[in-house]
């Protein structure tokens, strides 16, 4: 039987193409980067109970977001700086979402700004991504941009109010330097943000909920709040009308010492239990069954960051392509393997629950 490539045989054959500050930058994690690790050892503690005999002969792996169809539950983290993978940058990401049948959040430093991301794959599914900015002028300009480029969403970063300490930062900021990317959403603005040589100042700790409020009153598109870990917070979200909360801890690049984003899930998706707000979920997830693993917890879908840089290094489109295809792919097995035959069946009856994550459920 053929032996099928996995996200970690991408990862390893990027990193070899890769000059080293790309690497460091995409792999990094802040401080001790306990949580980076945290996130993808997380999902191996949990275990699952498959059911048998049932007839899996047909299987659809399709689901919503926002109410819109995608093929699969996997869809594009926002990630900074894809032309230091390839120099398609966003280009690439966005037709290889288009071609998969899934969507992109476009981060807020995108080499090419959010018109050239959405003439690209125009029927793409796009959301536009948005880290809270003290010039709310600014943050109006790209708003409205976006409504009127069929962008679907808006994906606010609610977990970095100041910029964390990375680990080995000397030759990430000299490569922001050396090698500038112009923020292509910014061009045209009067703002210190435009460039990724000034990437690290945009951040002031001033925003509150009010800000939420705020965002709600300039925009019909629906918000989903990203970095939320708690249950505290994830009512807060639903009291200030967000449609989505995602729940993430930026990939272990923001605060180290919190919970992996699975050994959360539970919480948050109890805390909002009918409210109607769709939960999804980011950080570690590398196998199709971390994706079953996120959905029996309670996820709507997941989201992937890393990986898909990895496939943009080594090919381009086709590269993510790829990513997407090994991700659909396994998970379409692991829905198999452990009986159900659609999205809906996959329940907290799959994951053991002896595993500390579940304790809640
Ligand atoms: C290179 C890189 C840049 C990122 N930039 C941002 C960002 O600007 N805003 C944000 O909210 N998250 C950012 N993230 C975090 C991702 O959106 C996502 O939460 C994380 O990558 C998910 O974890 P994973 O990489 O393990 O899949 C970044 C992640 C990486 C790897």
């Given amino acids: ?5 996995c996200l970690d045989d991408v990862e390893a054959s990027a990193r070899q193409i890769l000059p080293p500050f790309a690497i460091r930058y995409f792999s990094c994690g802040s401080d001790g980067e306990q949580t980076l690790a945290d996130n993808i050892n997380a999902f191996r503690r949990i275990r699952l109970r498959p059911r048998l005999m049932r007839d899996v002969s047909k299987r659809d792996t399709s689901t919503t977001i926002l109410g819109q169809k995608v093929s699969f539950p996997i869809a594009i983290s926002p990630t900074a700086l894809h032309q230091w993978a390839h120099p ?9 979402a288009e071609s998969m049948g899934t969507g992109m959040v476009l981060s807020m430093y995108s080499g090419s700004s959010l018109e050239e991301i959405a003439d ?3 029927s793409g599914l796009r959301w536009l991504h948005m880290d809270l900015l003290s010039n709310t002028d600014v943050m109006k300009y790209i708003i409205n941009r976006a409504e009127n480029k069929g962008y679907t969403g808006i994906f606010v970063t609610l977990d970095r109010p100041v910029a964390s300490k990375k680990r080995a930062p000397n030759i990430v900021t000299k490569a922001y330097g050396r090698f500038p990317v112009s923020f292509g959403h910014f061009q045209g603005t009067d703002t210190p943000y435009k460039s990724s040589d000034k990437y690290t100042e945009h951040s002031d700790g001033i925003n509150t909920w009010e800000t939420i409020d705020w965002l709600q009153s300039i ?3 629906p918000i989903v709040a990203k970095g939320i870990l708690t249950a505290e917070d994830a009512r807060e979200a639903v009291k200030h009308g967000v449609s989505g909360i995602l729940v993430s801890n930026h990939g272990g690049r923001q605060l180290d010492g919190v919970m992996a984003t699975i050994d959360v899930l539970p919480e948050v998706a109890q805390a909002v239990k009918g409210t109607g707000v769709e939960i999804y979920l980011d950080g570690g997830v590398r196998l199709g069954t971390d ?3 996120a959905l029996a917890l309670g996820a709507k879908a ?6 898909i840089l990895w496939g943009l290094a080594l090919d381009g489109e086709c590269g993510v392509k790829r990513v997407l295809k090994i991700l659909q792919e396994e998970f379409d097995i692991a829905m198999a393997l452990t009986g159900c035959r659609s ?3 996959i329940n907290a009856d799959l994951v053991q629950k002896g595993c500390t994550c579940v304790a809640k459920l």
Avoid: I, S
């Avoid at 398609?88 to 290889?96: F, L, V």
């Avoid at 997941?302 to 990986?307: K, L, Q, T």
């Fill in 291 to 293: 994706v079953l693993k």
């Fill in 302 to 307: 997941v989201f992937v960051g890393r990986p």
């Fill in 120 to 122: 690209c794959a125009p």
């Fill in 88 to 96: 398609d940058g966003e280009h690439a990401t966005a037709k290889a």
């Fill in 1 to 5: 039987m053929a032996l099928r490539q």
């Fill in 343 to 345: 999205v809906e069946e």
């Fill in 219 to 221: 925009t019909r598109l």
